[in-house]
């Protein structure tokens, strides 16, 4: 089956150029102007940007958390993805204490097998380090899962403790593992929450005025310092702050391999949102939470600048209804997470690209390409070259968009940037070599999605 895809110009995170697209097998096979090869179809892009498909290294689909399950599973997740234009997700294998890496591993493929829209791979998330669960990490990177992640919040729940995060990130970078982080002091949260609802302060807004900025600048600068320690490279999930991107920027400055991502949340919304009426604010609880207005003009910059390399979405979608609902007397109780993986990609470009931020070719990086490089999928993902998978985005610039629970392909019943509109959309989407996406609709096979394999961290 041979596609050719016509007129269309090719972004990559270097080059822009007006080219004819051959798709053959699955991969990219030819890059050329005004090619004559023939075809089994043929795509139109004249006046419409092709990127390599988006790449989301941060999402929770079918995950158990705060006495619940999360609201889109792997299918309807991934289809989510689809839509907004993003080919392959990582999400999170999350051990369960007492139990093997390789336990939850299994876990998570059982979730995920015969369900993806898109093409997929795990994070093994470290609970419970022990002699066994430390050894198995070197076997798990050289079996295409080579990054580790560690959560220094969620106190009872995830957290561990300094030494568990110095012995993952010793071994993980010893085996060519790359170890991520949640950076929030969980026992600075933990004395702060029981404070507010003891003194009767049980509304959502009081989730994040129990979660400092402090608490994330510490834990992020803790976590630095150990890996310098340990001559590791660390990666910073969900970073929302200010004075802790500043501590990115320091030790980037001073050489360390330290990478952070930041969220559209962060960038799109604050802490304003927490007042919304009738329990609304309970929808944008999350962790990190929203930051006073002003906050993201820092973000930005750094998205701009290199000191934030990726955009991710950290998708962990709770119904309003029955989920967020738990927590109507005591905010500590309401499910942290909020869904985000269909409108990523959208929300970047038009506050990006079209805010006069950073240009097309950033944008590709910080959706695509620094996305696979760090995470061992490049040069396969994360690029439009001659081999490479075809995954990729046939993006109108001029389409106007509205975001709407009630157009949503993500499985839960409100949207966090409900009535935002702007312009530029995608309207194909494929992944290897086939549509999946059409104008909004999906036309793909179901379990079309695959597992892949990464190769371990290698500095960029
Ligand atoms: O509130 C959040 N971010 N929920 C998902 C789990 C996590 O901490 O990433
Ligand atoms: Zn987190
Ligand atoms: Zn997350």
């Known amino acids: 089956m041979r596609t050719l895809i016509k007129n269309g110009i090719i972004i990559t995170a270097s080059d822009t150029y007006k080219a004819d697209l051959l798709i053959e097998n699955e991969r990219i096979k030819a890059i ?15 006046g419409k940007y092709i990127f390599p498909g988006a790449i989301d290294v941060h999402t929770h689909f079918d995950m158990p958390f705060g006495g619940t399950v999360s609201a889109d599973d792997f299918t309807t997740g991934t289809t989510a993805a689809a839509a907004g234009g993003t080919t392959t997700i990582i999400d999170y294998a999350i051990q369960t204490p007492g139990k093997s890496l390789q336990d939850a591993l299994e876990t998570w493929h059982r979730k995920a097998e015969g369900k993806c829209a ?14 066994d669960t430390i050894a198995e990490i070197p076997d798990l990177v050289a079996g295409g899962y080579p990054s580790f992640k560690v959560f220094m919040a969620y106190k009872n729940v995830f957290q561990v403790d300094d030494a568990t995060l110095l012995k993952v990130l010793k071994k993980a970078s010893e085996a060519g593992g790359l170890v991520l982080v949640h950076a929030e002091n969980g026992d600075v949260i933990d004395v702060l929450t029981g404070e507010m609802l003891s003194a009767g302060h049980t509304e959502p807004v009081y989730h994040a005025l129990s979660r400092p900025p402090q608490a994330e600048e510490e ?3 803790r976590f630095i310092t150990m890996a310098d320690l340990s001559s590791a490279p660390a990666y910073i999930v969900h970073l929302s702050d200010a004075g ?12 360390l391999p330290i990478y952070a991502e930041t969220c559209p949340q ?24 929203l930051r ?35 927590g109507r007397n005591d905010f500590s109780k ?41 995470f061992g999928l490049y040069p396969r993902k994360g690029t439009i070259a001659v081999g490479s998978d075809a995954d990729l985005v046939i993006f109108d610039p001029d389409a106007e968009f509205t975001i709407s629970a009630k157009t949503q392909h993500q499985n839960v019943d409100y949207n966090p940037y409900e009535g935002f509109s702007g312009q530029g959309t995608p309207i194909y989407v494929f992944s290897r070599g086939s549509m999946i996406f059409d104008h909004g609709k999906y036309c793909g096979a179901g379990g079309h999605g695959r597992f892949v394999k990464r190769k371990p961290f290698a500095k960029v």
């Open 292 to 326: 006073e207005s002003g906050n993201e003009e820092c973000l930005w910059d750094g998205l701009a600048s290199g000191n934030l390399q990726v955009v991710a979405s950290d998708h962990c979608s709770f119904n309003f209804k029955e989920q967020k609902e738990m």
């Open 244 to 255: 802790a991107l500043g501590r990115v920027a320091e030790a980037r400055l001073r050489g």
């Open 266 to 289: 962060y960038l799109f919304l604050d802490l304003q949102c927490y007042y919304e009426a009738d329990f609304g604010g309970a929808k944008y609880v999350m962790s990190p939470p």
């Open 219 to 221: 834990a992020v600068n």
């Open 118 to 131: 898109v093409d997929y791979g795990f994070h093994v998330a470290v609970t419970d380090l022990n002699d």
């Open 334 to 374: 309401i499910p942290n997470g909020a869904p985000g993986v269909e409108t990523r990609v959208q929300l970047l470009y038009a506050g990006g690209v079209n805010g006069g931020h950073f240009n097309l070719n950033r944008f590709v990086d910080l959706v695509s390409t620094a996305p696979a490089r760090l």
């Open 32 to 46: 050329e102007a005004n090619s004559g090869a023939k075809a089994d179809s043929i795509v139109d892009a004249t």
